[in-house]
């Protein structure tokens, strides 16, 4: 891969990767190029900024509204629960990795092996190095809806 597609729009580094689902279909546009569409066309430098200010809020909500106000397992549940999807009974499997996971919660890898060995114990989860299999979701759930300070 290219050095300048490690770079964000700005030119300095991405703030975030993504992994496609097994099949997808990708289009490229250059740095250069995204920047001189967004100059010629003011429908979608418009357009983009309506994007990044929803995106800040979403941002601003996530960050008052849950880390804020929930403790740290409050916090790891109720992000487990959401990637898993709204499925409430069953099994639901995350493939994610204990530092990607960190990332969403503000924690570091370590603190979320901790509360996923200590779920793993009382069978609310099951965990592989690359999935995360939620087992017992009214149990996470609990500890999600506990955690206010």
């Not at 109720?78 to 995350?94: A, D, I, K």
């Not at 793993?120 to 506990?146: E, F, I």
Request: glycine content about 6%; charged content about 20%; some cysteine.
């Amino acid at each position: 891969m290219a050095e300048s597609a490690l770079l964000g729009i700005d030119g300095l580094s991405r703030c975030a990767t993504a992994r496609a689902a097994p099949t997808a279909e990708l289009f490229l546009i250059s740095r250069d190029r995204f920047l001189h569409l967004v100059a010629t066309d003011p429908l979608l430098s418009l357009g983009m900024l309506a994007v990044f200010c929803q995106r800040q809020r979403s941002a601003n909500r996530l960050i008052v509204g849950e880390y804020a106000q929930k403790d740290i397992p409050a916090r790891l549940a109720h992000r487990v629960l959401e990637l898993t999807g709204e499925e409430q009974s069953g099994t639901s499997c995350l493939d994610i990795t204990q530092a990607e996971l960190a990332k969403f919660v503000f924690v570091s890898r370590q603190v979320v092996n901790q509360y996923l060995s200590e779920w793993h114990s009382r069978g609310w989860v099951a965990t592989s190095p690359r999935h995360l299999r939620v087992t017992n979701r009214q149990a996470l759930a609990a500890v999600a809806a506990s955690g206010a300070r």
